[in-house]
Nanobody, 115 residues
Framework: VQLVESGGGLVQPGGSLRLSCVGSGFTFSVYGMSWYRQAPGKERELVAVISSVGGSTNYADSVKGRFTISRDNAKYTVYLQMSSLKPEDTAVYYC?????????WGQGTQVTVSS
């Protein structure tokens, strides 16, 4: 199993970014997927979750209305569209999947929101 994130970078407050996570080594369409983030000096926190076929999503209160999680099962990819970014969104963002009772994480992608 491998999860590979991309799309992070430096963006000004109020800007947008789209993160991508490509999965391999498992049947992507069967499993729910999640995005987490970890800011310096803070614990890793859940940002968004999407069900296996994309019909159900949930978000942390801090990102509701600004972030959208989606997936393309044909491309083995889950996305996180981030809008109206704030400095407090600065963190390393991780893709996560729990597959056959094991947890898998991507390597993370840095998002920095700063003017």
């Amino acid at each position: 199993v491998q999860l590979v994130e991309s799309g992070g970078g430096l963006v000004q407050p109020g800007g947008s970014l789209r993160l991508s996570c490509v999965g391999s080594g498992f049947t992507f369409s069967v499993y729910g997927m999640s995005w987490y983030r970890q800011a310096p000096g803070k614990e890793r926190e859940l940002v968004a979750v999407i069900s296996s076929v994309g019909g159900s999503t949930n978000y942390a209160d801090s990102v509701k209305g600004r972030f959208t999680i989606s997936r393309d099962n044909a491309k083995y990819t889950v996305y996180l569209q981030m809008s109206s970014l704030k400095p407090e969104d600065t963190a390393v963002y991780y893709c996560y999947a729990r597959i056959r009772a094991k947890s898998y994480w991507g390597q993370g992608t840095q998002v920095t929101v700063s003017s």
